[in-house]
């Protein structure tokens, strides 16, 4: 089943750029950064974690495209002409007679994918919190496991430092550990 996406040039630039503002600072992380493609009826929406961008379309299903945000934002800076044309397929992105293949892409129907909602400017309580809500393959999917790893090697750091505050008064590293699962686990609906 191949998904295509078809607008002007300037329309996708505009959603690349919205959506840039959102990555990860860091080079790695950036290039990790997955983009979600919801394609509805006459339009698409474009997202990353933090940032979402919709664009008219003449579409006629409804279906979700995920890859790497690098390789659709690398096509469209180096498209040349007035119209934009992408064709989208398991594992596969064609564009300008060109295909690009990647066992990143993915097609998925709607509501065969978990809706993760994380603010604009989460908190690594966000991300710890999310484990306790979703599944590891869920997470995965989402590309959020790197991120929720770094929030833990975060957070047992500063359980360390505040321990080589608190020791003098008797706080052991397990009273601190059982507050702070104690405030993760307190998931607001």
Same mark, same amino acid.
């Given at each position: ?91 596969? =992105?064609?564009?300008?007679? $060109? +295909? !690009?293949?990647?066992?990143?892409? @993915?097609?998925?129907?709607? %509501? ?46 500063? =359980?360390?430092?505040?321990? $080589? +505050? !608190?020791?003098?008064?008797?706080? @052991?590293?397990?009273?601190? %550990? ?12």
């Amino acid at each position: 089943m191949s998904i295509k996406l078809e607008c002007d040039i300037e329309n996708i630039k505009e959603a690349c750029k919205h959506l840039r503002v959102a990555l990860p600072k860091s080079k790695r992380e950036r290039s990790k950064a997955i983009l979600e493609m919801n394609f509805k009826p006459k339009e698409v929406h474009l997202s990353v974690i933090g940032a979402k961008y919709r664009l008219r379309i003449e579409a006629e299903c409804f279906t979700k495209v995920m890859l790497p945000f690098v390789i659709l934002d690398t096509i469209v800076k180096d498209w040349k002409g007035d119209v934009f044309i992408a064709s989208f397929d398991i594992g596969l =992105v064609t564009f300008g007679g $060109s +295909a !690009l293949e990647s066992d990143a892409i @993915k097609i998925v129907h709607p %509501e065969n994918q978990p809706k993760i909602d994380l603010p604009i400017n989460y908190s690594e309580l966000n991300l710890l919190q999310l484990e306790f809500q979703y599944s590891y393959e869920e997470l995965g999917r989402m590309n959020l496991l790197s991120k929720i790893d770094k929030a833990k090697e975060h957070l047992d750091e500063s =359980v360390r430092m505040a321990l $080589s +505050a !608190l020791s003098v008064y008797g706080v @052991k590293y397990d009273d601190i %550990e059982k507050v702070v699962r104690e405030k993760i686990r307190n998931i607001k609906k």
